[in-house]
Each structure stands twice: as structure tokens, then as C-alpha cells.
């Protein structure tokens, strides 16, 4: 007998005739034997609904109240799937993020997981119960609903393995695996077999939607393997797992791309201790996390200071460095929402030479226009103009030998 965590979307969870798909899957699980433990996202577009909603209220709606409308979404999930599965004679039981519960810190929308008891968990499994979590929700110490961002079913399910110490954790989804990139773009990428960690949490933060940052972090931290599925079909999916030696025989295992950032530059700021902080620090306590930083120093003493974020937090940054710019005296802030991050990755970078020098070349023959650079050990990004987005994909997948052809 194994304990086994899957997590199925919103496109898997999107339809009644789905749910019922997403209960055939689970209860073959539990016929070979397995204890199951579902983790499920809202049926596909309800969330999206639920934050128009909470975005005709008022500009910037309270946090704590959005936390508790968006977890709706689940609400209606599990209960489906509860029902479904009792329906076909199974023992089947839905939890609530709180009532499992699944205790996080007090950021709303962005809330992280610090612990989650078994118990409760554990006396239904052993009754022979299947039990069904609500993802991407919890609770906080005072008794407040939060959720953890959009994705965060995948990190509900991951922690929820850890916790359990699962044997394994099935992302069940509509894509049957990891690309090597998006397959909308190359039609002839290839799905990779086995990841690293360290790979999927480069990709993952860098704009693939496969699975959820946070969800690979957890993974790493707890040497959770995921299974990368689709709901759709039975094919074998991608393994996420400890990084081994044949993986550093592959220079660049995917290109992924994020046309969700924004621009801000901040120019002619004294050139001077302390500018960094005071401009980044208003940013990050209201919870806005900085991705790429360039600064430019010039001759005449001055520099100019930009970096980008997400576009979901665009607005309220521009307010905020506008007010953060007066105090520094720089001279002006100029912004873009139309850029894009497009970056490869792959454990290979680590022992051959030469990788960022060829996506550079890459992008000089089609006359792409780099704007800004990031690199670490196993990645490169580079921001280009949106409208480029899809060709820089399509010529680097080719400079990189990664057709599935």
C-alpha cells in the first residue's frame, strides 16, 4: 500500500463530466490499494470571476476580505468531488484549508504554509476515507482565512505530501509533462522524462506554468517527487526529482518565457551609499517582490536604477517608487509593460562555457534588442521587447538543439 497526494487543476476540475474523469482516476487509485489524499484547485475561470468582483469594489480591496471570497472557489470543488466519488460508492470526505488545517503566516494573498498537523488526516485515511483538500487556502494562527497566490493548489499538494510523507505526489494538469518549452510556440518541443529540482525551480519562477514556485521549493526541501501528469490520458508525465548525473549531460533542458512583468527605471539618482535600499525598501514592505535589477552608473555622478515586477503589481510599485524617487531626488521614473523575460535553463550550464555568449548571438541575428541581463549558475534571462517574445523563443529552441524531431 502507498500514499499517494494528486492535485488536479482547474481545467482537470472544469466541468461536471470532468469531475467525474477526476473520480474515475481516483478511485483506480484506491482500488490497487493506495490510501489517496486529492488536493483540488476551483473548476477553471471561477477564481478569475471571483477577483473581478473583488476589483469592481474599489481599487485596492482589502486583503483579508479577498482572501476569504477567492478561497470560494474550492469550496465548490471539493464538495463536487466529495459527492461524485460517495455517489459511486466510495468513503469520501472534503476538508477546508482550515479544518485540515493548513496553518500559514498572516499575508494575505500571499500567505506561506509553516505547518500542517496530520492527525485528522491520518484517522480518515485509516478508516479507508478518501480525503479531499481544498488547495491553495489555509489559515492563520488568529483564525483568518488566507490563500497562498494564484498556483498555489500545486504547493497545497506538495505540502500536503511532505506532511504525509507521501511516496508520491501526482500534478495532474492539462499538459502531459514538461516541455522543453512552450509547445504553443515550438510545435516541435519535446517533453523532458526526468527534471531537477533545481531546474523546475528555475523554470517554474521564470514563467512556466507547469507547476507553482513554492511548490517546487517544497518539493526540494522535503525530496518530494512529483509526477508531472495530464488528467487526460494515461501517458507517463515528467519526474521531478533529485538531480543525478545524466542531467548534467544536457547543456539547456527548457526556454521558458513571462510576459507578466513590468518595467520601472528610475533616473540620474545620486550616486551614493544607501539609494539601493531606500528605493527597494517601501517596495518590499508592502510585499512586492523585486525580480531583475540593473543599475547604470555614468560618469557624472549620478546612475540610473531599474528593475521589473510583476504586472499584477505594476500600479501599486510605480505609486510607490514615484514617492520613493522624490525622496532620493532622482530626476524622473519612466516605466514599460511591454516587455518580456525570456530565459533558458539547464544543470549543463555548470560545466560548459560559452552558453550566454550563443543566446546573445542568437538574438543579435534576428535583431532583438536586449535590454536587461540576469544570470546565476544554471540560468540566463534577458528582458526584450514583448512583440519578440515568441520568435526569440522559437530561435533559440533551434540554436539549442531541443526539437523533439
Known amino acids: 500500500m502507498a500514499l499517494v497526494v494528486q492535485k488536479y487543476g482547474g481545467t482537470s476540475m472544469g466541468s461536471i463530466e470532468r469531475i467525474k474523469n477526476v473520480a474515475k482516476r481516483v478511485a483506480k487509485g484506491f482500488d490497487e490499494g493506495n490510501e489517496m489524499v486529492v488536493v483540488v484547485s476551483a473548476m477553471s475561470g471561477e477564481t478569475n470571476k471571483l477577483v473581478a468582483l473583488a476589483n469592481e469594489t474599489c481599487e485596492f480591496p482589502d486583503l483579508r476580505e479577498y482572501d476569504v471570497l477567492v478561497a470560494a472557489g474550492e469550496q465548490v470543488s471539493i464538495a463536487l468531488l466529495s459527492m461524485t466519488l460517495i455517489g459511486m460508492g466510495y468513503k469520501a470526505k472534503s476538508y477546508h484549508g482550515w479544518q485540515v488545517p493548513i496553518i500559514t503566516d498572516s499575508v494575505s494573498s500571499k500567505a506561506r504554509i509553516e505547518e500542517i498537523p496530520d492527525e485528522k488526516v491520518r484517522a480518515d485515511l485509516k478508516n479507508g476515507v478518501i480525503v479531499i483538500v481544498a488547495g491553495f487556502q489555509g489559515i492563520d494562527r488568529q483564525g483568518n482565512v488566507t490563500t497562498l497566490g494564484r498556483g498555489g493548489s500545486d504547493t497545497s499538494a506538495v505540502a500536503m505530501a511532505a506532511a504525509l ?241
Open 165 to 405: 510523507k507521501a511516496d508520491v505526489c501526482e500534478i495532474y494538469t492539462d499538459v502531459d509533462g514538461v516541455y522543453t518549452t512552450d509547445p504553443n510556440i515550438c510545435t516541435d518541443a519535446r517533453k523532458v522524462e526526468k527534471i531537477s529540482y533545481d531546474e523546475m525551480l528555475e523554470l517554474a519562477s521564470l514563467g512556466a506554468k507547469v507547476l507553482q514556485i513554492r511548490s517546487v521549493e517544497f518539493a526540494k526541501k522535503y525530496n518530494v517527487d512529483i509526477h508531472v501528469r495530464s488528467s487526460f490520458n494515461d501517458n507517463q508525465g515528467t519526474m521531478v526529482t533529485k538531480e543525478d548525473k545524466d542531467m548534467e549531460a544536457v547543456l539547456v533542458s527548457g526556454i521558458a518565457y513571462d510576459k507578466n512583468e513590468a518595467k520601472i527605471a528610475v533616473m540620474h539618482v545620486p550616486d551614493k551609499p544607501g539609494i539601493a535600499a531606500k528605493l527597494l525598501t517601501p517596495l518590499s514592505d508592502a510585499n512586492i517582490s523585486v525580480d531583475m535589477i540593473v543599475q547604470n552608473v555614468s560618469q557624472s555622478g549620478s546612475t540610473d536604477f531599474t528593475f521589473t515586477v510583476t504586472k499584477a503589481d505594476f500600479k501599486k510599485a510605480l505609486m510607490i517608487t514615484n514617492e520613493a524617487a522624490k525622496i532620493v531626488e532622482a530626476k524622473e521614473v519612466i516605466s514599460d509593460e511591454n516587455i518580456s523575460k525570456i530565459s533558458i535553463v539547464g544543470v549543463g550550464m555548470r560545466s560548459h562555457a560559452g552558453v550566454a555568449t550563443k543566446m546573445f548571438q542568437t538574438l543579435a541575428q534576428e535583431g532583438i534588442n536586449i535590454q536587461m541581463i540576469s544570470t546565476s549558475e544554471i540560468k540566463v534571462s534577458v528582458v526584450i521587447d514583448a512583440k519578440y517574445t515568441e520568435l526569440a523563443v522559437r530561435v533559440l529552441h533551434d540554436a539549442f538543439g531541443m526539437s523533439g524531431k
